[in-house]
């Protein structure tokens, strides 16, 4: 089995999660190694025996950068400074594997049949993206081109695999050092003079904050070293209570994602939150037509939604579908 360590940039918020992840990823990923948590304050239960992590400051004097150097990107600094921390770490932080597995601090792993591998056989990188066939419950499918001018922002001609219908955004990647080697190296010679990151934070600001390592790391990888690394669909959801995910694992998901601004949600509001942008646009005014709460805000809300697709189909396949639930 090939180990790899890992590391995890949090905020204060995600310490909630946190535990969740770190022992989960010790319970159902056996080749982990090393648990490093990069984060401004340590976190209590860091030195406990079934986490066992390594803590990160932030303001370590290896990191080239501060949260104060990202301004004016068109989206919350703190955003890119973590997609910052998990691209240097494996470079800079001492004594690491070649692979490093990096990971958000709101995912939490779920045992299945049997041990999360992230290596294919021959020892190839597994990536996980997800296409517009597999969405995650909960999950816009405006994420999945979201993010697709990033790449060639920051290096002319660099292009996902599948533009418009496939994301690396899943919340986890393996990245290989000899990979994130070349990529620094690629973008020293298309940008002289900058940094790396400095590099990074000028395309995401001409994205208008419309960055991702994820897909970055995913469109190099893929375009110049495609025998390295292989795709896969890991099934994940989005959900709000992590405990009860826990409790009762969704068949045939191997993590869930419990962001900070979802969680205590219960199962409707969590629906009615992010559901309404997830590509199926139809069934979710089918769904609120069927829960029978048509007062004036909802309506209102319906009527925009219908007058936002504009399509005489979806009118026809409306009509057909909700004439029963009208006439009762």
């Known amino acids: 089995m090939v180990v790899l360590d890992c590391i995890i940039p949090a905020h204060e918020k995600d310490f909630e999660t946190l535990s ?23 976190w209590d239960d860091a030195t406990v025996e079934d986490c066992a992590v390594e803590w990160v400051d932030e303001a370590d004097p290896r990191w080239p950068f501060r949260l104060c150097d990202i301004t004016d990107c068109g989206c919350a600094p703190g955003w890119l400074f973590q997609q910052l921390l998990k691209l240097h770490g494996p470079l800079l932080l001492d004594g690491l594997t070649d692979h490093v597995l990096v990971c958000d601090a709101d995912v939490v792993w779920l045992l299945q049949d049997s041990p999360l591998t992230f290596f294919t056989p021959e020892a190839e990188s597994l990536l996980c993206t997800f296409d517009s066939d597999g969405c995650p419950p909960i999950r816009s499918a405006v994420d999945l081109h979201r993010y697709d001018a990033f790449p060639a922002a920051l290096l002319p001609g660099l292009q996902k695999p599948r533009l418009g219908s496939q994301t690396a955004v899943c919340h986890h ?5 000899s990979v994130l080697r070349a990529l620094f190296e690629e973008v020293a010679e298309v940008c002289p003079g900058q940094a790396f990151w400095e590099a990074f934070v000028a395309a995401a600001r001409a994205c208008g904050g419309r960055a991702s ?23 994940f959801a989005v959900v709000a209570d992590i405990q009860a995910t826990m409790d009762d694992p969704p068949a045939g998901v191997a993590f869930a994602v419990a962001h900070s601004h979802l969680r205590g949600l219960d199962v409707a509001d969590l629906q009615d939150r992010v559901g309404i942008i997830n590509g199926n646009t139809e069934g979710e005014i089918v769904r609120r037509l069927a829960g029978q709460y048509l007062d004036e805000e909802s309506a209102s809300e319906l009527g925009a939604l219908w007058q936002a697709r504009g399509s005489r189909e979806l009118s026809n396949s409306l009509r057909k579908r909700t004439s029963k639930l009208t006439k009762k």
């Open 20 to 42: 969740h992840c770190i022992r989960s990823l010790r319970r159902c990923c056996p080749g982990v190694r090393r648990i490093l948590v990069v984060s401004k304050i340590p």
């Open 173 to 177: 990647s393996v990245l290989d050092t």
């Open 213 to 235: 390592e994820y897909e970055l790391y995913h469109a190099f990888a893929s375009s110049r070293f495609p025998l390295k690394v292989r795709t896969r669909a890991l099934p």
